[in-house]
């Protein structure tokens, strides 16, 4: 609260205002934190908030769920004598299965999780919504080929 003595305006504040700097980059990247949508109109373009949206966290657990069901699945069809598409994962499947999932599970988490930070960033939002959507149409891919080779 304000107030005026004389002519001079007093600020009754002791600490600086929170708001005075946007949240940075490494400060979205933190697990706590309160914010997750802007209060003003103007706000949200190209900003960070404190922890991604109740959206986003919910396109994140689609991602790493299915990320980690197609590191299961084809491990499955790698047994049952297929082979991995990818080259670069392949190459990382004939190293074993535990160096397969571990490195799937990191580059899909920390690309999820960088497009999760920059969730105001209208091409990184539509980004997470492509991963999801190119994730969950892997997973239709996957049952398709266990119905044939069941």
């Known amino acids: ?28 990247l933190r697990v706590r934190g309160r ?7 103007g706000e949200a373009h190209k900003a960070y908030v404190d922890c991604p949206s109740r959206r986003v966290v919910m396109l994140l657990f689609i991602v790493l769920g299915a990320s980690v069901l197609d590191a299961l699945f084809t491990l499955f069809f790698v047994q049952s004598g297929g082979g991995e598409a990818n080259p670069f994962m392949s ?9 397969f ?10 690309g999820a999780w960088f497009l999760a930070a920059h969730q105001a ?8 919504h492509v991963l999801a959507g190119g994730y969950v149409g892997l997973l239709l891919m996957h049952g398709i080929i266990f119905l044939f080779l069941a």
């Open 121 to 128: 960033f209208p091409m990184a939002f539509k980004g997470l």
């Open 1 to 28: 609260m304000d107030h005026l003595v004389g002519d001079v305006n007093i600020e009754r504040r002791r600490q600086p205002d929170r708001r005075a700097h946007p949240t940075t980059l490494w400060s979205a």
């Open 91 to 99: 190459l990382v499947l004939s190293h074993g299965h535990t160096p």
């Open 101 to 110: 999932v571990g490195i799937k599970m990191a580059l899909t988490g920390i």
């Open 35 to 41: 914010r997750t949508a802007f209060r003003r109109s």
